[in-house]
């Protein structure tokens, strides 16, 4: 009977399962174009599930609407009024492509992740969740940046998804039993829900105006739900350091004003994707570098004299 099994040949199911994860990846890239035009209009995104086209309103038939390859096909033009369609949409179809099958090379029974420098995972289950997060994220993203604001679907459906993930798969936490994890999510929630919120207070109060909007509030305390309080640090470290030094080159180059608003839930959203690629090597790299605790030995040596 083993033998039979050894004689059959071996399922490229890592192969297979690295092209899903880009075809994926291109398919929620165009599905996340549809949210970040209708999301913030209050257009349903089910029906009519049909794309359609921003400047002549045609219906975009499926043969003109394959995600990545259209664009480019069309020479980044609609088919029928020859308008321009904006860049944004292929750059949305493409990073969703990049971001999905990084994730996947997180999954690490071969190495690659390493090879990439990927901070592996060894549980299947977390990666659906990390594309999840990323598909939020991205829409977050690109909504604030045009409208300046963070939809509740995401923040607060954040929040909501990420307390369920935690409860289903608790390896996302590091933890063995729901009831660990959902601790970790809770406490990661609280974490960043209100050290942001003290930050939009404090803000308020000394700048006399809304130096944080709340959105960012709630998008933060969706991202510890589903990765701990370890990345909200990481988060308002890494967020308030970009944020500053691409607010700074914005003013040097003379495009907004000193005291202008920029939209600070795209730092928050760039932080949590760089902590899910990269961020547990960071953080225990950064805990190698703290002195280590005096053991128990060290005491016994003291205790002697
Ligand atoms: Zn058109």
Redesign the pocket.
């Known amino acids: 009977m083993p033998n039979e099994l050894a004689a059959l040949p071996q399922f490229p199911w890592y192969l297979y399962l690295t092209l899903l994860s880009v075809t994926l990846g291109a398919c929620f890239g165009s599905f996340l174009n549809v949210c970040i035009y209708r999301i913030p209009k209050e257009i349903p995104t089910g029906k009519p599930s049909r794309s359609f ?1 921003p ?2 309103d ?1 219906t975009i038939p499926w043969f003109y609407n394959i995600p990545l390859l259209s664009y480019i096909i069309l020479g980044g033009k ?1 088919k ?2 020859e ?1 321009k369609i904006s860049l944004r949409y292929f750059l949305v179809e493409c990073l969703t492509t990049i971001l999905f099958l990084l994730v996947w090379l997180k999954f690490d029974p071969s190495g690659t992740a390493r090879v990439l420098g990927l901070d592996p995972v060894g549980n299947i289950y977390v990666i659906p969740v990390y594309m999840l997060m990323t598909f939020g994220l991205i829409l977050g993203t690109f909504v604030d940046i045009e409208h300046l604001i963070l939809p509740d679907r995401v923040t607060l459906g954040g929040i909501a998804a990420g307390l369920i993930c935690s409860a289903l798969v608790p390896a996302l936490h590091g933890a063995d039993t729901i009831l660990e994890s959902l601790k970790s999510a809770a406490i990661g929630g609280a974490l960043g829900w209100f050290s942001l919120w003290g930050v939009a207070i404090f803000g308020k109060m000394i700048f006399k105006k809304d130096a944080m909007g709340f959105g960012d509030v709630k998008l933060l305390g969706a991202i510890g739900t589903f990765l701990g309080w370890e990345a909200v640090l990481f988060n308002i470290f890494v967020s308030s350091l970009l944020g500053a030094i691409v607010g700074i080159s914005f003013v040097k180059a003379g495009k907004k004003e000193m005291g202008s608003q920029i939209p600070f839930g795209p730092f928050i959203a760039l932080a949590a994707i760089l902590w899910i690629l990269w961020g547990p090597t960071w953080w225990q790299a950064y805990m190698d570098l703290m002195p280590a605790p005096i053991d128990s030995s060290v005491i016994e040596m003291m205790n002697y004299k």
């Open positions: 086209c400047h002549c045609k609609c029928f009024c308008k």
